[in-house]
Nanobody, 117 residues
């Protein structure tokens, strides 16, 4: 089992920055991918960043160039650096671990990010 705990959410003005953190614990040595997703009210959850254990990253066009996913050297904490935030980025952000059959197995509880205009 893997436990995930997000932190770093909050209220920020448009154009500002936030860094989210996701601390992983439990059986983490064989995690193959980490990802950040978000869900805005009335919308489906969407992937905003993914990183493989080898360090390869992928972002959708909506956040490319503004968001950066990274992991610490111990691979116990995953970060999401968010710059040039827009009101449309307002959502609950979730950390997820380990892809299996195209789906993430483990999820955190989420952290709220609110961007004011």
């Amino acid at each position: 089992q893997v436990q995930l705990m997000e932190s770093g959410g909050g209220l920020v003005q448009a154009g500002g920055s936030l860094r989210l953190s996701c601390a992983a614990s439990g059986i983490i040595f064989n995690i193959n991918h980490m990802g950040w997703h978000r869900q805005a009210p009335g919308k489906q959850r969407e992937l905003v960043a993914i990183v493989s254990k080898d360090g390869n990253t992928h972002y959708p066009d909506s956040v490319k160039g503004r968001f950066t996913i990274s992991m610490d050297s111990a691979k116990t904490t995953t970060y999401l650096q968010m710059n040039s935030l827009e009101p449309e980025d307002t959502a609950v952000y979730y950390c997820a671990a380990n892809l299996r059959n195209g789906l993430f197995e483990y999820w955190g509880q989420g952290t709220q990010v609110t961007v004011s205009s």
